[in-house]
C-alpha cells in the first residue's frame, strides 16, 4: 500500500506539471493518462518486492547437506583389502565384449596347410584306379620341339639324380618327387601371370584360362609340401631348386611369351612322364623299396587337401597325386590345341 501511495504522489505531481505544460489539454485527460502509468509500476513494484522476498527466503532457508549414499555391498566386501577373490573384469557384465557375428569374425590363427585352398578335383577311388599311362603322338614341328625337350630333360635328370641305376630306395624317391614339384609349379603360374598382365595390357578379359593355371600350380605346390612331411631337404637340395627355378623360370617365361602353344605341349608331355614316375612309384608301394607306405598313415595336409578317409596311407596320396598328374596331362594338350583367344571348357575345379 506504501508503495502505491508513492506511486499516485508521484503521479499526482506529474499530472500538475503536466498539465501547466500542455495547453490544450484538459487536467482530467491527463489525470487518466498518469493514473494508467501508476497503476502499471504499481504492479512493477509489486512483482519486484515478491522476487526479492522469495530470494531473501532462499539465503536464510536452511540447505540440508548432501546425503552420503551408502556403498554397494561388494565395495564393503573388498574394502578391508580382501581381494584374492576379486572376479576377472571379463566376467563383469560392463566389460563382456558382444560376440562377433560369423559374418564378420576374423581369422587370427594360422590355419594348417591344405585348408584355404583353390578349387581342384576330388578323386573317388574308383577314379585314381583308373589312371592310365598314355601318350599324345606329336604332330607339328612345335609339338615335337616339346616332345624332345622333355625327353631330353628326362634322361639328364635321371642320370644326374642317380634314378637311373642302383637301387630305388625312399631316400631316392622323396629327393625324386620334391625336386620335380619345385618344377612342375612353376608352369601354371608363370602363364597364368602373363596372361594376366596380357590381359591387363591389351583392355580384354583372358578367355578363362587363368584360373585354370593358378589351380594347376598350387595343386603341384600342394604336392610338394605333402611329400615335405617325410622330408626335410638340404642345404645342397635348397640350393639346387633356387638355381634350377631361377633357369627354368626364365626359360619358360621367355618360351610361353613366344609361343604359348609350345609351352602347354610340353607341359602336357611332362605330365606324361610324371604319370610314368608315379606309375612307378606305385610299383615299388606294391613289391619293392615302398612296401611300409602301404600301411603308413599319410599327412595331415594330404587328408585336408584331397578329403582322405582318416585310415588313409601313403599308397594313398600317391594314387591322388597321379589322379592330379593325369589331369593336368589331359588339360594342358587340350589346352595346347587351342587358340590363345578361345574360351576355357573347364570350370574351376574341374
Not at 13 to 32: D, E, F, R
Not at 160 to 184: D, H, Q
Request: aromatic fraction near 8%; glycine fraction near 4%.
Amino acid at each position: 500500500m506504501s508503495a502505491l501511495k508513492i506511486v499516485i504522489k508521484g503521479s499526482t505531481l506529474l499530472c500538475s506539471n503536466g498539465a501547466k505544460s500542455l495547453g490544450i489539454a484538459s487536467k482530467q485527460a491527463v489525470w487518466n493518462k498518469f493514473i494508467l502509468s501508476g497503476q502499471t509500476s504499481a504492479r512493477c513494484l509489486a512483482t519486484n518486492v515478491d522476487v526479492d522476498k522469495k530470494v531473501k527466503d532462499v539465503k536464510e532457508s536452511k540447505i540440508p547437506k548432501e546425503t552420503k549414499m551408502p556403498e554397494p555391498d561388494h565395495l564393503e566386501h573388498f574394502k578391508p583389502g580382501r581381494v584374492d577373490d576379486m572376479p576377472e573384469p571379463d566376467s563383469l557384465q560392463h566389460f563382456k565384449k558382444p560376440k562377433e557375428s560369423s559374418s564378420s569374425a576374423i581369422i587370427t590363427k594360422t590355419p594348417p596347410p591344405g585348408v584355404i585352398t583353390l578349387p581342384h578335383p576330388i578323386w573317388e577311388e574308383q577314379q585314381v584306379h583308373e589312371v592310365k599311362i598314355t601318350h599324345t603322338p606329336p604332330e607339328t614341328i612345335i609339338d615335337k620341339m616339346a616332345y624332345y625337350n622333355v625327353q631330353m630333360l628326362r634322361k639328364v635328370f635321371d642320370i644326374f639324380s642317380g634314378f637311373s641305376f642302383g637301387y630305388r630306395n625312399e631316400r631316392k624317391w622323396l629327393n625324386r618327387i620334391s625336386f620335380l614339384e619345385t618344377v612342375a609349379g612353376v608352369p601354371g603360374m608363370v602363364a597364368a601371370m602373363l596372361r594376366h598382365m596380357k590381359s591387363l595390357r591389351r583392355l580384354q578379359r583372358d578367355f578363362g584360362w587363368i584360373h585354370t593355371l593358378l589351380e594347376e600350380a598350387e595343386n603341384e605346390r600342394m604336392h610338394l609340401l605333402t611329400v615335405l612331411e617325410l622330408k626335410q631337404p638340404s642345404m645342397l637340395f635348397k640350393l639346387s631348386v633356387i638355381a634350377s627355378q631361377g633357369v627354368f623360370v626364365t626359360w619358360f617365361s621367355f618360351c610361353y611369351m613366344l609361343s604359348p602353344r609350345f609351352c602347354h605341349r610340353f607341359v602336357g608331355y611332362l605330365e606324361e612322364e610324371a604319370v610314368k614316375t608315379y606309375s612307378k612309384c606305385l610299383e615299388d608301394i606294391e613289391n619293392g623299396s615302398l612296401q611300409h607306405w602301404q600301411t603308413q598313415r599319410a599327412p595331415d595336409v594330404a587328408l585336408r587337401y584331397w578329403k582322405l578317409k582318416e585310415d588313409a596311407t601313403m599308397k594313398d596320396v600317391i594314387l591322388a597325386i597321379r589322379a592330379d598328374e593325369a589331369h593336368h596331362r589331359v588339360v594342358n594338350h587340350t589346352l595346347a590345341s587351342m587358340k590363345p583367344t578361345q574360351f576355357n571348357p573347364y570350370k574351376p575345379g574341374q
